[in-house]
């Protein structure tokens, strides 16, 4: 699995970021999230992250142009050479175009584009179950983890927990038919370059990891 390079692509609440972990974890690769690298460089005042905050600052959204920078910036360290995983980036076919021309500059070959697919109404059900301990923010839910003791945190034992304000169906449901709006032209475009691989989300959280290692290999 060294030197294995990889995108990663999934809706809000289907398992993306736990998926990402579990991989570099297991294959000790990089897990390369946008807007981490985004805080990163800002934190470090590098020439990139000088010109996102004054974007930022301004109230605007950061272009793709400097988010490339960052991506630029950030493969060439040492640890991301060694193989990634790309999360959250691209999310339309012009980024994927910008990133195409950047890592072919590298001289880096993608590995695999992989799709974690679930359903819109299972979505809505991870989300909006959500809360957490105020006091560690330790994560629970509803439905699929709820403290072992009622009202009482696992980790530190706290008695006050909190949702997200945007935790709602409304709002859950109007993020993904804007996902699905940006990223479906993702998948006919990385499936016409033979790197789409396409995961049943849906399923136990150790059944996707176990796929994706099968597909991935040793």
């Given at each position: 699995?060294?030197?294995?390079?990889?995108?990663?692509?999934?809706?809000?609440?289907?398992?993306?970021?736990?998926?990402?972990?579990?991989?570099?974890?297991?294959?000790?690769?990089?897990?390369?999230?946008?807007?981490?690298?985004?805080?990163?460089a800002?934190?470090?005042?590098?020439?990139?992250?000088?010109?996102?905050?004054?974007?930022?600052?301004?109230?605007?959204?950061?272009?793709?142009?400097?988010?490339?920078?960052?991506?630029?910036?950030?493969?060439?360290?040492?640890?991301?050479?060694?193989?990634?995983?790309?999360?959250?980036?691209?999310?339309?076919?012009?980024?994927?175009?910008?990133?195409?021309?950047?890592?072919?500059?590298?001289?880096?070959?993608?590995?695999?584009?992989?799709?974690?697919?679930?359903?819109?109404?299972?979505?809505?059900?991870?989300?909006?179950g959500?809360?957490?301990?105020?006091?560690?923010?330790?994560?629970?839910?509803?439905?699929f983890?709820?403290?072992?003791?009622?009202?009482?945190?696992?980790?530190?034992?706290?008695?006050?927990?909190?949702?997200?304000?945007?935790?709602?169906?409304?709002?859950?449901?109007?993020?993904?038919?804007?996902?699905?709006?940006?990223?479906?032209?993702?998948?006919?475009?990385?499936?016409?370059?033979?790197?789409?691989?396409?995961?049943?989300?849906?399923?136990?959280?150790?059944?996707?990891?176990?796929?994706?290692?099968?597909?991935?290999?040793?």
């Amino acid at each position: 699995m060294a030197g294995k390079r990889l995108i990663l692509m999934g809706p809000p609440g289907g398992g993306k970021g736990t998926q990402a972990q579990r991989l570099r974890e297991r294959y000790g690769i990089v897990q390369l999230s946008t807007g981490e690298m985004l805080r990163a460089a800002v934190a470090a005042k590098s020439a990139t992250g000088l010109k996102a905050k004054a974007v930022m600052d301004s109230g605007h959204l950061v272009s793709d142009e400097i988010v490339i920078n960052l991506i630029d910036d950030r493969l060439d360290c040492d640890d991301a050479r060694q193989g990634f995983i790309l999360d959250g980036f691209p999310r339309n076919v012009a980024q994927a175009e910008a990133l195409d021309i950047l890592i072919a500059k590298k001289g880096v070959v993608l590995d695999a584009a992989i799709e974690l697919q679930v359903p819109d109404d299972l979505l809505v059900e991870r989300i909006i179950g959500r809360f957490t301990c105020d006091a560690c923010g330790a994560g629970y839910h509803d439905t699929f983890k709820n403290p072992k003791a009622t009202g009482v945190c696992d980790s530190c034992g706290g008695t006050k927990f909190s949702r997200r304000a945007d935790d709602n169906e409304d709002t859950v449901r109007k993020r993904l038919v804007a996902y699905h709006a940006q990223t479906a032209p993702l998948i006919p475009y990385y499936r016409a370059r033979n790197l789409l691989y396409v995961v049943d989300g849906a399923r136990d959280i150790g059944v996707v990891t176990s796929e994706l290692e099968a597909l991935l290999g040793s």
